[in-house]
């Protein structure tokens, strides 16, 4: 993702070695999101730098609308009537979401609607 003022902006595709040298809004290293961007920078024989590191999917998005850098960040980031001043470039890459429910006892109501909303999140983004 980027900035609408970015010159990545309007962009359907790109590759990593176009946006190697780009300033990078990430999260720690160790984080999900940190983890998999830099293993398909590496697989890619590629590095890159993060310039910005936050704690938040909110902060990235707002340094994003302010050109400070470009982001990898999953779709379910954006608000859902999509976010004003920042520009989605799909991605090959792919978050994923594990849950280990205890298997000692049952769920509780809050805990179905959980696995529920993920089950049917996963199933209206797979492939059809």
């Known amino acids: 993702m980027c900035s609408s003022d970015h010159p990545l902006c309007g962009r359907q595709q790109i590759s990593l070695s176009e946006i190697a040298d780009e300033s990078f809004i990430d999260f720690p290293e160790g984080w999900g999101n940190r983890t998999l961007v830099d293993a398909a920078f590496s697989a890619s024989g590629l ?13 990235a998005l707002a340094m994003m609308r302010q050109n400070l850098g470009v982001a990898f960040l999953p779709a379910s980031a954006l608000a859902p009537d999509g976010e004003t001043g920042l520009w989605a470039i799909p991605t090959s890459l792919q978050w994923k979401i594990q849950l280990a429910p205890f298997t000692g006892r049952l769920p509780t ?13 996963s199933a209206s983004r797979s492939p059809k």
Request: charged letters at 20%.
């Open 47 to 59: 590095s890159r730098v993060v310039r910005a590191e936050v704690i938040s999917f909110d902060i």
């Open 109 to 121: 109501a809050a805990g179905r609607a959980l696995l529920h909303g993920f089950s049917t999140l």
